[in-house]
């Protein structure tokens, strides 16, 4: 199971904030840990935000810097999921246009169109303090908010793969789109991330 780790540390702050979010259930996407770590006061800063990160994709808030941080690679960025928002939002589409194929050729009226989320914004998710625990919330949750869109969005797809009374498929969904699991996230999204190691 994926899990993001969304980092605060600003420049001069000597707090770094960590929120852990994860797939905790099959549509779902929420907070399992947090953290708030004195870099300067505590000698085993470095340590904690590895073991509180390995394993994780890191998401870093804006302005935040992770040098001399124990990172690898390229962290996720709010830009990076505004991208997920536009990739499920052309999910959708394709969903909707694969619906529509179907129902012309079979001449449907019964059938019932998906029930899409709303999709986030980044600007309905602004810190209610300008601190880093705060910060590293306010980013985290709008990470929470983009995930559980998706999956929910998928799962529109998913449920309409195998014809519920006879157990057929495909179904509705054509060849490319009738996988009966949902990811965590679309594959040119998951194809960027990069998770830290376990050790």
Same mark, same amino acid.
């Given at each position: 199971?994926? *899990? ?26 929420? =907070? ?11 000698? $085993?800063?470095?340590? !904690? ?12 808030? *804006? ?6 941080? +124990? ?19 052309? =999910?959708?589409?394709?969903? $909707? ?11 449907? !009226?019964?059938?019932?169109? +998906? ?5 986030? !914004? ?6 209610? *303090? ?24 998928? *799962?529109?797809? &998913?449920?309409?793969?195998? &014809? +519920? ?35």
């Amino acid at each position: 199971m994926r *899990e993001i780790a969304t980092i605060d540390r600003q420049p001069g702050s000597g707090t770094i904030a960590v929120w852990i979010t994860r797939r905790t259930e099959s549509l779902q996407a929420r =907070h399992v840990n947090a953290a708030a770590i004195d870099e300067a006061g505590d000698p $085993l800063a470095l340590e !904690k935000v590895r073991l509180l990160t390995r394993c994780c994709v890191i998401l870093v808030t *804006e302005g935040s810097l992770l040098d001399g941080l +124990p990172i690898e690679g390229e962290p996720l960025t709010v830009a990076a999921l505004e991208t997920l928002v536009a990739e499920t939002e052309g =999910h959708q589409q394709r969903i $909707l246009a694969a619906l529509d194929a179907y129902k012309q050729h079979t001449r449907s !009226k019964t059938l019932v169109s +998906p029930a899409f989320p709303t999709s986030p !914004k980044v600007d309905g998710f602004p810190p209610v *303090e300008d601190t880093p625990s705060k910060r590293a919330l306010a980013t985290a949750n709008f990470a929470a908010c983009v995930w559980t869109t998706w999956l929910e969005t998928d *799962e529109e797809r &998913r449920r309409r793969t195998v &014809r +519920p009374k006879t157990g057929q498929s495909p179904w509705i969904m054509p060849e490319e789109l009738n996988s009966q699991t949902v990811p965590d996230f679309p594959p040119v999204f998951a194809g960027r991330l990069h998770e830290q190691p376990l050790v």
